[in-house]
């Protein structure tokens, strides 16, 4: 299982970014998600999505401004469109990878390099 994320930089307050998730192995037949770590914070849920993309799991903090998605037909990738970003969504996400979409939201089995995202005020 491998997972490279990518798309992040630096974005105003109110702003929009979309992240990307690549998924090679085994991951595209896993449920996925993101986690960000701010500095000097733990490491905390962003979002989840099922294999299908049926289900879909956010944090409190992100609905409404944040979307997850997948395509598991051409690209095996996953993707966070996030919009109206704010100061505090300033971290490292990391997108990852786990059996079940339940234990995802806890945590990942597998994970990929982060892509720094900041959001100046």
């Known amino acids: 299982v491998q997972l490279q994320a990518s798309g992040g930089g630096l974005v105003q307050a109110g702003g929009s970014l979309r992240l990307s998730c690549a998924a090679s192995?085994?991951?595209?037949?896993?449920?996925l998600a993101w986690f960000r770590q701010a500095p000097g914070k733990e490491r905390e849920f962003v979002a989840a999505i099922s294999w299908s993309g049926g289900t879909t799991r956010y944090a409190d903090s992100v609905k409404g401004r944040f979307t997850i998605s997948r395509d598991n037909n051409v690209k095996n990738a996953m993707y966070l469109q996030m919009n109206t970003l704010k100061p505090e969504d300033t971290a490292v996400y990391y997108c990852?990878?786990?059996?079940?979409?339940?234990?995802?939201?806890?945590?990942?089995?597998?994970w990929g390099q982060g892509t720094q995202v900041t959001v100046s005020s």
């Open positions: 192995g085994r991951a595209f037949t896993y449920p």
């Open positions: 990852a990878a786990a059996a079940t979409i339940s234990s995802l939201v806890r945590n990942g089995d597998y």
